[in-house]
């Protein structure tokens, strides 16, 4: 095994956190998942992972502790009562089995859950509606209110060390936390002693901290997980007034600080609005006010970057949520001198939507995460391949190079073409849009390790019809005789999608440009007007880079507002802010009815009344189109095919289902996992059914 690289030795020292020892210095914090709860073989499998992958301090995600917390669909974790407690042992099995420590982050969410489930009144600190649209109001806590709930937090607590877990928190780390409740004069208006002053205000803070220390202090250690800054100036706790204060006044009690920034979108902000290390210049003061070990986040992937923080006082504990998602082993690539083969997380919070769906989480980069168990997939081993045949892959897009390198890593003789002189396909062209750079690594990633692998070979500049194709499947000359089609997906320019099934009437009468123009250096002229019926973050991000390039852009889409998938991903807010303050005008719940010379009508969706805007370059983000044509040309050749000696034949990909990246990555390595395997089931993977 490679050695690591003495430079990184600092990474890899022990930790003494309260009764525990951490082994090295990464520590996974706690994050949501979509799994919680209701999958928790699924959940163990993929926490247990992480420990195999190195990381010293596995957490869970946010642990409800009594039914007053109850966060409806969303599956979170759940500690109400002793019968919950098995479930989370399959966790603190599956970590300790590789020789990590089990996290759990108790919480209780006051007046951010409504209880739609347990149908109990939420509670807070004093009387509001729920941070939601939804029709409840939190109570005010009575003092039997404020022993409940501590009675509560014990419990779990007591019940956490039961399910042997060794760091147990205390969560303040985003307002959407009874204590951030309590800590904030915003939703604190009581004239108590847990009110007014800051001190009266950090009381329950404290109490419950002295609460679980007292409770199972002797084994585990308390961690404390607290948002230094809210990102709200004077109207919320800054990181220069009272984030500051309370560190001060609690200091050396906790075991462990693990600072932050909130609310959750500005925790996980997206690499589109923020780069590594964004949440530094907030969190950095801490480290100077105690003498227990600090962990942040603030998406490090870089080894150097982790280095530099340790050495700078920054931190004590290098935290990740996404980096140990896109790379469950990025600890031991480190340890064993692979830096070439982290998979760095690309900041696109595809894995934050499957919390906001409550799905198992999946990755962009890492499509093995939330199959760990239910297909058994392992993000570093994959089975060797079965026999000597050889794969011909078409298309370098994400689709296929993720097949390519996980067929290659099975051991095939692969050939990638690509019919451009770039791979990455609509991720090399997709990361030059403003904001969206990080998003090449999905590239750069896959690239690199295919590079290393003898039995791959990459034809760029090679665009193959189906003649090449029966050609070089012939086994007489080259033998590689299963074909894989990633030729990804082309976006169509009738205004076919949601709206329309039918092309928008008068496109003839204007310039009509689609994303793949833009991407491909077309100009626009004039007034454009981008109509968005696909609703993610295409139609945004071409109204920032014509906006940026000098044009009048109107945004128009059906939706309620802006990229409104977005909000799956926590960025719609930004983006909505961002198109607002560069002039983008925008027009959410229109429908883009009919276009003429120099105009377009537009009719609002609940209306129908009418209205006109001036239009010179028509951008129109709808549908994509599979680039399936080899596909039926080949199938409607079966003789050339049994010629050529073709044994199978599979599109992946966009070509096969235009969808998000993830989805093409994932379509890709399901292929290169299945491929001359037993085919899988009625139902393709395990489920976690209901015990009647
Ligand atoms: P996906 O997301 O499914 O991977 P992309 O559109 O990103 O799809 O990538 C498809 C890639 O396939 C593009 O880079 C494109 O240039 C390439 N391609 C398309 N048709 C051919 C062909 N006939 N031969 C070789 N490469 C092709
Ligand atoms: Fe990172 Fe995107 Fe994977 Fe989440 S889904 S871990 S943000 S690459």
Redesign the pocket.
């Known amino acids: 095994m490679p050695k690591r690289d003495p430079y990184y030795d600092i990474l890899f020292e022990p930790v003494q956190i309260g009764p525990v020892t951490a082994r090295n210095r990464f520590y996974q914090v706690p994050h949501c998942n979509g799994m919680g709860y209701l999958r928790p073989k699924t959940l163990a499998a993929m926490r247990g992972i992480k420990a195999e992958g190195g990381w010293a301090v596995v957490c869970t995600e946010e642990v409800e502790i009594h039914a007053t917390s109850d966060n409806g669909l969303a599956a979170e974790g759940r500690l109400w009562d002793d019968a919950d407690i098995p479930a989370l042992t399959k966790m603190t099995e599956a970590v300790h089995e590789h020789g990590a420590l089990a996290g759990i982050e108790l919480v209780h969410g006051g007046y951010s859950n409504s209880n739609h489930y347990s149908r109990i009144p939420p509670i807070a600190p004093s009387m509001i509606s729920v941070n939601s649209y939804d029709p409840v109001q939190a109570r005010s806590m009575t003092k039997s209110d404020i022993r409940n709930f501590r009675k509560w937090h014990r419990q779990a607590a007591l019940r956490a060390k039961q399910a042997d877990f060794d760091l147990v928190y205390v969560y303040a780390g985003h307002s959407l936390t009874l204590l951030m409740h309590f800590l904030s004069p915003r939703f604190n208006q009581r004239t108590d002693e847990y009110g007014g002053s800051l001190e009266n205000r950090v009381r329950l803070f404290r109490e419950v901290i002295e609460d679980t220390k007292e409770a199972v202090g002797d084994k585990c250690a308390v961690a404390v997980r607290f948002a230094v800054d809210e990102l709200l100036g004077p109207k919320g706790i800054t990181s220069e007034n009272e984030g500051r204060e309370v560190v001060e006044m609690l200091a050396e009690l906790p075991d462990l600080w693990d600072v932050n920034i909130s609310e959750w979108e500005n925790d996980s902000a997206t690499s589109r609005f923020e780069k590594e290390g964004y949440q530094e210049p907030y969190i950095g003061f801490v480290k100077s006010l105690t003498s227990k070990p600090v962990v942040g986040v603030g998406r490090y992937t870089s080894p150097d970057t982790m280095v530099s923080l340790i050495q700078r006082g920054v931190m004590d504990m290098i935290g990740a949520a996404r980096p140990s998602i896109a790379d469950p082993f990025l600890p031991n690539k480190i340890e064993e001198g692979r830096l070439d083969e982290i998979r760095e997380c690309i900041g696109c919070n595809i894995c934050v939507a499957g919390d906001w769906l409550a799905v198992p989480m999946r990755c962009t980069q890492n499509p093995t995460m939330g199959e760990e168990w239910r297909r058994g997939w392992h993000p570093e081993r994959i089975e060797p391949r079965k026999s000597d045949e050889g794969v011909l892959v ?7 190079l993720e097949c390519a390198l996980a067929l290659g890593n099975r051991g095939y003789r692969v050939i990638l ?4 002189d770039e791979l ?4 090399s062209r997709e990361s030059r849009l403003p904001g969206l750079t990080e998003w090449g690594r999905v590239r750069d990633y896959r690239v690199g390790l295919l590079e290393k692998l003898e039995n791959v070979s990459i034809y760029c500049g ?4 189906a003649e090449d194709i029966l050609e070089f499947s012939a086994e007489d000359k080259f033998g590689f005789s299963h074909v894989m089609l ?4 082309t976006w169509r320019r009738d205004g076919i999608a949601r709206e329309h099934r039918e092309p928008i009437p008068g496109l003839s009468n204007v310039s009509v440009l689609t994303p793949d123009d833009l991407m491909n250096g077309v100009s626009a002229k004039g007034k454009v007007l981008i109509f968005d019926d696909e609703h993610f973050y295409m139609g945004g991000v071409l109204a920032e880079k014509l906006k940026l390039a000098g044009h009048d852009v109107q945004l128009v889409t059906p939706a309620p507002d802006i990229s409104t998938w977005t909000h799956n991903t926590m960025e719609q807010g930004r983006i909505q802010k961002r198109l607002l303050e560069l002039d983008v005008r925008l027009t959410p719940q229109y429908n883009l009815v009919s276009v003429h010379s120099g105009t377009v009508e537009l009719a609002c969706m609940f209306t129908d009344r009418r209205v006109y805007s001036a239009c010179d370059t028509l951008v129109l983000v709808t549908e994509r189109i599979p ?1 399936d044509d ?1 596909h039926h040309t080949l199938l409607a050749n079966p003789d050339g095919i049994a010629q050529a000696g073709i044994k199978t034949l599979q599109c ?4 096969w289902a235009p969808g998000i ?1 993830a989805a ?1 990555v994932h ?2 390595h399901l292929a290169a996992r299945e491929f001359e395997e037993e085919p899988p089931g009625e139902v393709p993977f395990l489920r976690e059914r209901v015990m009647l």
């Open positions: 078409l298309g370098g897009g994400p689709a296929g073409a690509e019919s451009s990455g396909g609509r991720v090679s665009e193959l019809n990633a030729t990804g997906a680039n080899l992946i990909g966009d070509c990246i093409a379509s890709g």
